[in-house]
């Protein structure tokens, strides 16, 4: 025991908490990090109060993330556009790369053990490879006449994938040991506009921002068109993806949101969830083994946990 004015207290270490108590409805007031003044805080936005990095003057719109074991990279979209390496540990700018005169708008990035690759929403479309250790330019991809605006990356051993915002929509295969174009996937008549990848070990899926959406799913080998999910007359546009062993999941910019669950080995519908009327735009997507993750294009934002396996929301 300790002791305050004289009365016994119990030590911190003695102290136990009720595990059926309702926790995460109480709040912690007297703090100083609060979300708004004179606002109390909720045991989850606590635990996410960790840290944040803020950009200096005119290092605005950060559209791209990824990240490693000790780093986040964001992407920028300014002109130049911006690479800006934030510490983990500290979530401070740890370095940072400047595009060149005439390289702007960073709208997708992706990352290897030794390089960032991004990509640069240009006339022609522009892939950055960016040395880790320096933060300078190692090599540079440039697209042909016309394949214009990188919207989308992803990458395997070998290669780093380029979703281009083509009519129609093209996906170019690029060696990362040249830089240069490998192959390229260009879709049919309607199949426009590539704003999503994601990759397994034999195929590309591409994300189209079409009515009705498309993903296409692209095999490595031959960079043409294996299978094409289709959605709904209603379900258009999209504009992120992931995926997992047997699923790719596709996060629609429809109102209201909606993720669609993708077998791969069919290409068809497994299962919809579909947001509240009120859940405007899937603005944000990732995964793990149990939930799909939906990021929501609200004010103020939202951030929806949906489990694979019952299909419903999680709060």
């Known amino acids: 025991m300790i002791y305050i004015n004289g009365v016994a207290k119990p030590k911190l270490s003695d102290l136990q908490i009720d595990a059926d108590k309702d926790w995460q409805n109480h709040t912690l007031t007297n703090i100083k990090k609060a979300v708004a003044a004179g606002q109390p805080l909720t045991i989850e936005q606590m635990l996410a109060l960790v840290g944040y990095w803020t950009g200096e003057a005119g290092e605005v719109n950060c559209c791209a993330l990824t990240q490693d074991a000790d780093y986040v990279y964001a992407g920028l979209v300014t002109s130049p556009a911006k690479v800006i390496q934030i510490a983990k540990s500290t ?25 960032v690759y991004a990509g640069l929403s240009t006339s022609p479309a522009k892939v950055i490879q960016i040395d880790k250790s320096t933060m300078t330019t190692s090599a540079t991809w440039t697209g042909e006449a016309g394949e214009n605006n990188c919207f989308a990356l992803t990458q395997d051993a070998d290669y780093v994938y380029a979703g281009i915002g083509t009519i129609p929509a093209k996906v170019i295969k690029i060696a990362k040991s040249t830089m240069t174009t490998s192959a390229t996937w260009t879709g049919e008549a309607g199949e426009d506009r590539c704003y999503a990848l994601t990759q397994d070990a034999d195929y590309v899926y591409a994300g189209l921002e079409t009515s009705s959406a498309k993903v296409i799913k692209i095999a490595k080998s031959t960079m043409t ?3 094409t999910w289709t959605g709904e007359a209603s379900e258009v546009n999209c504009r992120l993806l992931t995926e997992d062993a047997d699923y790719v999941y596709a996060g629609l910019e429809t109102i209201p949101a909606k993720v669609i669950k993708i077998d791969k080995s069919t290409m068809t519908t497994s299962a919809t969830w579909t947001g509240e009327a009120s859940d405007e735009y899937c603005s944000g997507l990732t995964q793990d083994a149990d939930y799909v993750y939906a990021g929501i294009g609200t004010s103020p934002a939202k951030v929806i946990k949906i489990d694979n396996r019952l299909r419903v929301p999680q709060f």
């Open 225 to 227: 068109t294996s299978a």
């Open 91 to 115: 979530m401070t700018t740890s370095a940072t790369w400047t595009a060149e005169a005439g390289e702007n708008n960073c709208s997708a990035l992706t990352q290897d053990a030794d390089y």
